[in-house]
């Protein structure tokens, strides 16, 4: 297996409702400076297509690899839909190559994030899941300020 030094921690951003409305992908009458700045020294996937209309299905397309007719997550998840449990994300994926996963944000794959499997799950420092981007910024920050060094490679999603 590959030393950590050899593969590259990864960050996967998937934003809400976001589109392209960031000055590094051409909108010059946006300011993200800092993601402009984390975009310039990363990988940017600009040639893409949603292979979902709406949300739910959109991210669970993204997180298997599969079409949602094929990974079973065909409608919004805050109307019964979700990914079976017995469908493999890139968490599991990730997990089963040595990294280690941490979960920020909002997800709308499963109803409980608990159950993407993710080893480390942020919140707000006040035991409430880390949803808002000011709560979702500051549990990130404290996580990488106070992160202890491990020997394996970090996915967080």
Known sequence: MATTSDRPNV?????????????????????????????????????????????????????????????????????????????????DHFREAGYQTVHGGFQHERVHREDNRYEILLDSGQGVEATYCDHVCHAAEAFLRDRRPVSRPSISI
């Open 11 to 91: 960050l996967h951003i998937v934003p809400h409702d976001l589109g392209d409305w960031l000055g590094c992908l051409g909108h010059t009458d946006v300011s993200s400076p800092r993601l402009d700045e984390l975009a310039e020294g990363g990988i940017r996937f600009t040639h893409h297509f949603g292979a979902s209309t709406c949300c739910s299905p959109a991210r669970g397309c993204t997180m298997t690899g599969r079409y949602a007719h094929n990974n079973g997550l065909m409608g919004l998840v805050n109307q019964g839909w979700r990914l079976p449990p017995e469908q493999l994300t890139l968490v």
